[in-house]
């Protein structure tokens, strides 16, 4: 995701209580206020809870984000054409503005050993317009699809987004946050009607299969992660590019990046429905002490790539491999 440089804070609290469950926390906080020089802002607050309610963890999140110059490169990944010499001489033609506050709140209990049902409410608000540097309209990708209704009037600035979900997960990993071996499933389901707010209504669905294997010990560990998304009913445009999150964390948005496809640009891959991989071997090859708190070094290699298919299109694809510059960037 080629925001730019990055700059400003972040902060993890942990609360261990006694340290009984350490390395697992009975909660935690993360602060995050991020600002790239390419014009995007990040705001963050999330709390996650294992104790307040018996057998029922439970996490809150906060958000806003900001983009004066977001990438958009139309719809169904290599099906939209990107022409390069455009995009290196006048990269504002695939840009547009959006700014969205999120809060969210999601639940998770345990139904048999490593059986999990999930639950949660999620809203968005969504103001969406132009790339308009210093104030002048210029002609845009995103304003060519206004005009040729590819994107509908009633969308184009935006709506909201106010959303029931619900989820089966089964869980085997022996550390959430690096696991060395266990499966990660995921069956969730998104049900966002007019009569809870939403501007466009819609139901979507998203399938995980995550494995990790070790390979030797914990040490060297072969990890991988098919996903599935699509939407059941036709959504307003501006809810294509997010993968659905449900439980720690928040939902994702712009498929590309090293949150969700390494090697591919930001919103290269935006369809109503999407699949793509990731693969990767991990090798942690030092563990260490330091002010009391554990430090390990880690090398990772890894292969990612998706595809997508829209309404009635043929689909098309993506393969993004590290450090290949045409891989990440334009359909030909």
């Excluded at 022996?174 to 499933?185: L, T, V």
């Excluded at 072969?222 to 445009?237: E, T």
Aim: proline letters at 4%; a neutral charge; hydrophobic letters at 35%.
């Amino acid at each position: 995701q080629d925001k730019g440089l990055q700059y400003g804070a972040l902060l993890n609290i942990y609360n261990f209580a006694d340290g009984k469950n350490y390395p697992v926390p009975n909660s935690q906080w993360y602060l995050e206020a991020s600002f790239f020089t390419k014009g995007s802002k990040l705001f963050v607050l999330n709390y996650d809870n294992r104790t307040a309610i018996p057998g029922v963890r439970f996490c809150l999140s906060g958000m806003y984000t900001y983009d004066t110059a977001l990438d958009f490169y139309g719809f169904n990944g290599y099906d939209s054409f990107v022409d390069t010499q455009i995009l290196s001489d006048n990269s504002a033609y695939y840009r547009m503005s959006r700014q969205v506050p999120y809060f969210k709140a999601d639940f998770t209990g345990n139904i048999t050993d490593h059986l999990y049902w999930k639950a949660g409410y999620h809203f968005k608000y969504f103001k969406t317009g132009e790339f308009m540097p210093d104030g002048q309209e210029i002609p845009t990708l995103f304003k060519q699809c206004k005009d040729m209704g590819l994107i509908p009037e009633e969308d184009a600035e935006g709506g909201i987004s106010s959303s029931v979900r619900a989820a089966l997960m089964y869980d085997s990993r022996d550390f959430e946050p690096a696991p060395s071996r266990g499966i990660w499933a995921e069956a969730n389901i998104e049900y966002a009607p007019s009569f809870l707010g939403t501007s466009k209504e819609y139901m979507k669905y998203y399938l995980a299969f995550r494995n990790s294997l070790p390979l030797a010990g914990d040490k060297l560990v072969f990890a991988y992660r098919l996903n599935v998304q699509g939407f059941l009913k036709d959504p307003a445009f501006y809810m294509l590019p997010y993968e659905t999150i449900l439980g720690y964390g928040y939902d994702k948005d712009g498929f590309g990046g090293y949150r969700t496809i390494r090697g591919m640009m930001r919103n290269r891959l935006v369809a109503k429905s999407i699949f793509y991989w990731n693969a990767e071997a991990r090798w942690r090859f030092v563990d260490f002490n330091l002010i009391k708190q554990n430090f390990s070094l880690i090398l990772s290699g890894f292969c990612d790539g998706g595809s997508s298919a829209g309404a009635g299109a043929a689909a098309g694809s993506v393969l993004a491999v590290s450090g290949s510059d045409d891989a990440a960037g334009a359909g030909r």
